[in-house]
């Protein structure tokens, strides 16, 4: 699973040719989360409220990147890096 991210022990990742709907997996420690890219829901798991906020911060940030990451993806194409927070 291709890593898209990492900021302040959070690491961002997408799956190849993954279901829908269009979404990313957050892991923090032994947490993980996985969110909407067009609502930034946390649609399964849970992240710690602090973690989950920067995560958030970060996917508005770049709801952009992350829907042609999930594109390019769902091609089986390698979806490229995302600038961290910073």
Partial sequence: ???LSRFYGIIIRMYYDDHAP???????GEFEAVFEIE?????KG???ARARGLVIEWGQRN???LRKAW???????E???IAPLD
């Avoid at 269009?22 to 923090?28: G, L």
């Avoid at 594109?71 to 194409?77: M, R």
């Fill in 79 to 81: 979806p490229g890096k």
């Fill in 39 to 43: 609502t930034l829901a946390e649609i």
């Fill in 1 to 3: 699973m291709p890593e």
């Fill in 22 to 28: 269009a979404h990313f997996h957050a892991y923090y």
């Fill in 63 to 65: 709801q952009m990147e």
């Fill in 71 to 77: 594109k390019k993806a769902s091609n089986l194409e």
């Fill in 46 to 48: 849970q992240l710690p």
